[in-house]
């Protein structure tokens, strides 16, 4: 599996977890330094990190279903984009942080954008 990189970041890879702890197809949620993210892993493999919150109804994200490259909050039906953050229609508005994802051999590390 190559990196996936999907943001700048300036914070340190932080080692998440391995990538057999990971669900074939969907999120996990992670504390990363106090940051809860959920770990996505695509129907490709693809391994991306996103804020586990919704930005309209502050739920996890994690606990929703993934269509492609798209996470659907399991509250009111928001969908946002993993790979930018940004959501697809109404009821979110507002994006979540998009976070860097490095994959070495079979662990899964993560550095925080500290810009969102």
Not at 5 to 17: D, E
Not at 49 to 57: G, I, L, N, Q, W
Not at 84 to 89: I, K, L
Request: net charge negative; aromatic share 4%.
């Amino acid at each position: 599996m190559s990196e996936t990189t999907t943001s700048a970041s300036t914070a340190p890879f932080v080692r998440v977890c391995s990538l057999d702890e990971l669900p074939t197809v969907g999120a996990a949620a992670a504390d990363i330094s106090g940051r809860i993210v959920a770990i996505v892993r695509t129907a490709e493999g693809e391994v991306h990190a996103v804020d586990d919150t919704c930005s309209h109804a502050n739920v996890s994200l994690s606990e929703g279903e993934l269509d492609g490259c798209t996470l659907e909050c399991w509250l009111h039906g928001s969908r946002f984009d993993i790979r930018t953050g940004d959501p697809s229609g109404p009821p979110a508005t507002a994006p979540i942080a998009v976070h860097t994802v490095k994959i070495e051999g079979d662990d899964v590390y993560v550095a925080l954008n500290q810009e969102n």
